[in-house]
């Protein structure tokens, strides 16, 4: 059992003067002999701000993925790059909120017809699968998207054969499909 000391003080608490006529201010604190050990232990010890400082620099310090390459200069051997551009959110043709934009790459294709491919990152796969849910077909027109990346491919006059091949191939390079839900 730890040794209890009993202290009385002298003067009134934080060192004050005695005020409204109040007696001296006599207080009995019961002091375990194991307070002064554990207080010592305690400052050893991470607190919480520290562990938040700890993990705010450790994921400062993790490496992002590099984006795929999706637009290689020649696509299902018969597509052949023409234009290749990265564009600002605000440069955005399509009907995307700019905030959730990460990054937009635009590139152009010539082959048995033409076509214009866009992909954007987004902030998380949950808004790509809103954009898919949201977006309007149109004709000469396919769009998919693949974990946080939405695809918009827009063609003239093209081999369908040969647009499948390409469609295919940038789904292969986006990786594997997207879980159900």
Same mark, same amino acid.
């Given at each position: #059992? ?28 019961? %002091?375990?002999? #194991? ?7 305690? +400052?050893?010890? #991470? ?40 564009? +600002? ?6 009907? %995307?909120?700019?905030?959730? %934009? ?50 918009? %491919? ?28």
């Amino acid at each position: #059992m730890p040794t209890m000391t009993r202290t009385t003080h002298e003067t009134a608490p934080a060192g004050g003067a005695v005020r409204l006529a109040l007696p001296r201010a006599g207080l009995n604190l019961a %002091i375990s002999a #194991m307070v002064a050990p554990a207080c010592v232990a305690q +400052s050893r010890v #991470m607190t919480r701000r520290s562990w938040l400082w700890l993990a705010a620099g450790a994921a400062a310090c993790q490496r992002s993925n590099p984006p795929p390459n999706l637009f290689p200069p020649t696509v299902a051997g018969v597509w052949h790059r023409t234009a290749l551009r990265e564009l +600002s959110p605000g440069e955005a043709p399509d009907p %995307i909120s700019r905030s959730v %934009i990460n990054r937009l790459e635009a590139a152009s294709y010539e082959g048995p017809g033409k076509l214009e491919a866009r992909v954007y990152e987004l902030e998380s796969p949950g808004v790509a699968l809103e954009m898919v849910q949201r977006w309007r077909p149109s004709a000469d027109t396919v769009f998919f998207y693949r974990q946080k990346y939405f695809v918009v %491919i827009k063609w003239q006059d093209a081999d369908r054969k040969a647009l499948t091949a390409f469609v295919n191939e940038v789904e292969k390079r986006l990786g594997q499909p997207n879980e159900p839900a």
